[in-house]
T-cell receptor
Framework: QQQVKQSPQSLIVQKGGISIINCAYENTAFDYFPWYQQFPGKGPALLIAIRPDVSEKKEGRFTISFNKSAKQFSLHIMDSQPGDSATYFC????????????FGKGTRLSVIA | SQTIHQWPATLVQPVGSPLSLECTVEGTSNPNLYWYRQAAGRGLQLLFYSVGIGQISSEVPQNLSASRPQDRQFILSSKKLLLSDSGFYLCALRGGGKSNQPQHFGDGTRLSIL
């Protein structure tokens, strides 16, 4: 119940295309869903986050879509660029800020020209 | 703003040697602190987390230990390193108490065991 399942493991997208990464969870107590972007040799950086009281959040080319009934959330990268090539992690957290984030296993995105 | 300092950036150690990795944070008080390990091309494995001075929770039994001697200092240690301890070690902080506090990572230490 503590798992967050992320798919796909790897993704290749043409420049200008849409990258879509999906995550699913079981624990209905989760109420905070962040996405992280990690470049090689660097720590993950917070990209965007959503709470279950909204169905979508957009920041620039990055959008989180959230489906509470299906217990799924996804990251959409519009107009994907080679600079977006990185590993992306979804995560989820219970209401207490003292419990650790539960991370998905990551998706390696490659955007090719 | 919150800052996480991890050093060294790269470390090469022989099998059986001791280890001490230090993480210090700035720009926050009473943070939750975390140690993660990441194998090459793999996900984030939570090793330890701490919600306060002297409070350590261990997620994975192993030959590593952690300590939090000060509010903004988190130390990862080992008495005898194994080959399997190689990896990318990341320190992270998050505001405690309320949910939705963002979690931030340091730039990590690449540890190679020979």
């Amino acid at each position: 119940q503590q798992q967050v399942k992320q798919s796909p493991q790897s993704l290749i997208v043409q420049k200008g295309g849409i990258s879509i990464i999906n995550c699913a969870y079981e624990n209905t107590a989760f109420d905070y869903f962040p996405w992280y972007q990690q470049f090689p040799g660097k720590g993950p950086a917070l990209l965007i986050a959503i709470r279950p009281d909204v169905s979508e959040k957009k920041e620039g080319r990055f959008t989180i879509s959230f489906n509470k009934s299906a217990k799924q959330f996804s990251l959409h990268i519009m107009d994907s660029q080679p600079g977006d090539s990185a590993t992306y992690f979804c995560a989820a957290s219970r209401p207490s800020g003292n419990t650790p984030l539960v991370f998905g296993k990551g998706t390696r995105l490659s955007v090719i020209a | 703003s919150q800052t996480i300092h991890q050093w060294p950036a790269t470390l090469v150690q022989p099998v059986g040697s001791p280890l001490s990795l230090e993480c210090t944070v700035e720009g926050t008080s009473n943070p939750n602190l975390y140690w993660y390990r990441q194998a090459a091309g793999r996900g984030l494995q939570l090793l330890f987390y701490s919600v306060g001075i002297g409070q350590i929770s261990s997620e994975v039994p192993q030959n590593l230990s952690a300590s939090r001697p000060q509010d903004r200092q988190f130390i990862l240690s080992s008495k005898k390193l194994l080959l399997s301890d190689s990896g990318f070690y990341l320190c992270a902080l998050r505001g405690g108490g309320k949910s939705n506090q963002p979690q931030h990572f340091g730039d990590g230490t690449r540890l190679s065991i020979l």
